[in-house]
């Protein structure tokens, strides 16, 4: 392969062009232009969307999990509900109104609201987060699953039973893990 | 049974070594039953790079980094690295984007069908029967005269920008700009040290560019020649040694429920593999091996590689993909739609003699 001149020009303009760009970022990132830009930064962005969702949340929700302290979880379920018509589709809710009805004896309504819940936030299943939920549904799944497996196998026909057991199920295999 | 020849040899080591990396992986930190899954990191890596907001699937996957490289730099020095191309590029885009929905109904490529399946995943077995059914339509097709056209040697170094859209990725891992997102919630933040993903992702390029290992091509050769082939030994070798990793390594458990990334949508688990089935044979390769080749300086891999990134945005920005609570609507609508891509490509495409 024979170079001429048309060669040389093209391979100089690359090495000016890397020096450039080596140069650009190199100098760039010394003086503050290649750093982080807060309207740019989506992990940024990101991060403080979830602290102020969660901040927000504790405080809305806050005077419900007064009540729960207080065990007023017929009035805890009335606020719940005023504030599930402000904030229509917020899993929060279904994550409080879930562990309430547990405390109540309603296991079967307590799982079908943590599902709820769950598919409209799947970080309520993970241990890092401030607000997560994993420690009541691992304990529910735990005691709930044989109960129910028992109860469907003396009532095979029963479609709350079905349904309850299906829900375990769901939350189960939440709790496993795995990629999605 | 194929002679015991070094080929031979280096495809069931591949397959061991596959089977083995796939179950450590996921012991190392990566997501359960997905300690390799090129559709995931597909998913993860397109959303890195900001092509879909699900904030649980965002982070640029090494191991995939690997797979590519690892297969260039192995091309390279065994001076097997050829630009080449030119079949249907269009056909390739779309064929990568329908293996990632085809993946997403299933939740997972097929190399983490096998993974499921040898950890004791037995709602992955729709899914197996689907990408046998698949292959087999693949193989039907192909017999009937469908052939996407053959690549050309090209000119202008074509093949070497998929290994460079790789090696920026590299780049991006490390020096992280403000566009690059990586999740601090969900399943991207499970994963194995980047020292360690890349590693395996290196080593597997490698084993799989000198063998030409490929799923959905073991189970083509199966059909086509049965255990004579060394792609079905290397098969089998994957998913003997997958299996007896989580079994020594205690990940195993036998059932249907409870299974991490698993749903009871069977007939759209085994739909979303027919799809990827289907369409693997007629594009020559899994989405694994697509990368290899994309490495090995196939630009028409490449293609189906920016298909499947493509894909890969859509499946998660669409809300396509299945979840444990099972296949989306619009998953459903995909899967099928994409079925009928398949159809009447293999109708269009098809060489009919006089």
């Avoid at chain 1, 609201?113 to 691992?138: H, T």
């Avoid at chain 2, 390799?36 to 640029?60: D, K, P, T, W």
């Avoid at chain 2, 004791?120 to 005269?145: E, F, N, R």
Wanted: proline share 4%.
């Amino acid at each position: 392969m024979k170079f001429d001149r048309y060669d040389s020009i093209l391979l100089s303009s690359l090495v000016v062009i890397a020096i450039t760009l080596v140069a650009l970022l190199f100098f760039g990132s010394q003086q503050g232009e290649a750093s982080r830009n807060p309207e740019t930064d989506r992990t940024l962005a990101q991060a403080m969307a979830r602290e102020v969702r969660t901040t927000f949340l504790r405080q809305v929700y806050a005077p419900v999990e007064d009540l729960v302290k207080e065990q007023r979880y017929q009035q805890a379920l009335l606020k719940l509900q005023e504030l599930e018509r402000k904030y229509p589709g917020e899993a929060h809710g279904h994550m409080i109104k879930a562990r309430v009805l547990r405390y109540s004896g309603a296991t079967e309504e307590a799982l079908e609201s943590f599902v709820q819940g769950i598919r409209l936030n799947a970080d309520y299943i993970e241990k890092s987060n401030p607000l997560s939920e994993r420690k009541e549904i691992a304990a529910l799944v735990e005691e709930g699953l044989p109960v129910f497996i028992e109860k469907n196998r003396a009532n095979p026909d029963n479609p709350t039973l079905k349904r309850a057991l299906t829900n375990l199920r769901y939350l189960q295999s939440r709790l496993a893990g795995g990629c999605e | 049974m194929p002679r015991f020849d070094r080929h031979l040899f280096i495809v069931i080591l591949t397959a061991t070594t596959l089977g083995i990396l796939g179950v450590c992986l996921a012991l190392w930190g990566n997501p359960e039953n997905s300690g390799i899954c090129v559709s995931c990191f597909i998913e993860n890596s397109a959303g890195a790079l900001g092509m879909h907001n699900n904030n649980r699937m965002q982070y640029l996957r090494p191991e995939l980094i690997g797979f590519v490289l690892g297969a260039f730099g192995s091309a390279l020095a065994f001076r097997e690295f050829r630009s080449r191309g030119g079949s249907a590029p269009m056909m390739r885009f779309l064929s990568g984007l329908l293996l990632i929905i085809g993946c997403g109904a299933f939740i997972g490529c097929p190399i983490k069908m096998f993974l499921r399946l040898t950890a004791g995943d037995l709602t992955a077995l729709a899914g197996l029967v689907g990408l046998v059914a698949g292959v087999w339509a693949g193989l039907k097709c192909l017999g009937g005269g469908v052939e996407l056209g053959p690549g050309t040697c090209q000119r202008g170094g074509s093949g070497i920008w998929v290994p460079a859209l790789f090696m920026l990725m590299l780049v991006l891992y490390f020096t992280r700009p403000g566009f690059v997102i990586f999740s601090t919630t969900g399943s991207a933040v499970q994963h194995a040290p980047f020292v360690i993903s890349l590693a395996a992702g290196l080593v597997l390029g490698v084993l799989a560019q000198r063998t030409r290992f490929c799923i959905t091509g073991g189970l083509r050769d199966a059909f086509l020649i049965g255990l004579r082939s060394p792609l079905a030994w290397g098969l089998l070798g994957f998913f003997v040694s997958s299996l007896f990793a989580n079994i020594l390594t205690g990940q195993f458990r036998l059932g249907l429920y409870g299974q991490p990334g698993s749903h009871f949508d069977f007939t759209w688990s085994f739909l979303g593999m027919v799809l990827v089935g289907w369409v693997s044979v007629l594009i020559g390769g899994c989405p694994f091996r697509q990368l290899i080749k994309a490495g090995e300086g196939d630009s028409d891999a490449g293609m189906v590689v920016l298909g499947m990134l493509a894909g890969g945005g859509l499946v998660q920005g669409w809300s396509l993909a299945a979840t444990a609570s099972g296949v989306p609507f619009y998953g459903k609508i995909a899967v099928l739609t994409g079925l009928a891509i398949v159809v009447i490509t293999s109708l269009l495409f098809r060489e009919r003699t006089a």
